[in-house]
């Protein structure tokens, strides 16, 4: 072969042996260390109700309602208790960030919610 030549039309290709599987089985993998848990929904009074007092905070409301449903997105997590994250308050600086751009928009995107909300 000369230097440069391309051995692409030359080279022969074989399936591989060995690799390990693209999936396992549960059983044979250990859990994954969570540190916190999430849920998206449609906000409603009565679901951000529940969802708050099972402990999740609101990190982000979309702006702009659904197309099909008419509602606001709403992201909100809880955190785990876990020795794994040294700062067990690691989210207060999402939460109040989320607040104070809440509080911002409440002339403008956020008018129409309830003041239950």
Partial sequence: KREGESVLLTETIAPKTSLPPLLISLEERLPESLQYL???FGITPTLFNFWKRNGYHPLYIRQVASETTGENSCICIHPLDTGEVENGN?????VQDFKVRFASL???SFQHFQTTL
């Fill in 38 to 40: 999430g849920v998206a």
């Fill in 106 to 108: 409440l002339n403008s």
């Fill in 90 to 94: 690691w989210h207060e600086p999402f």
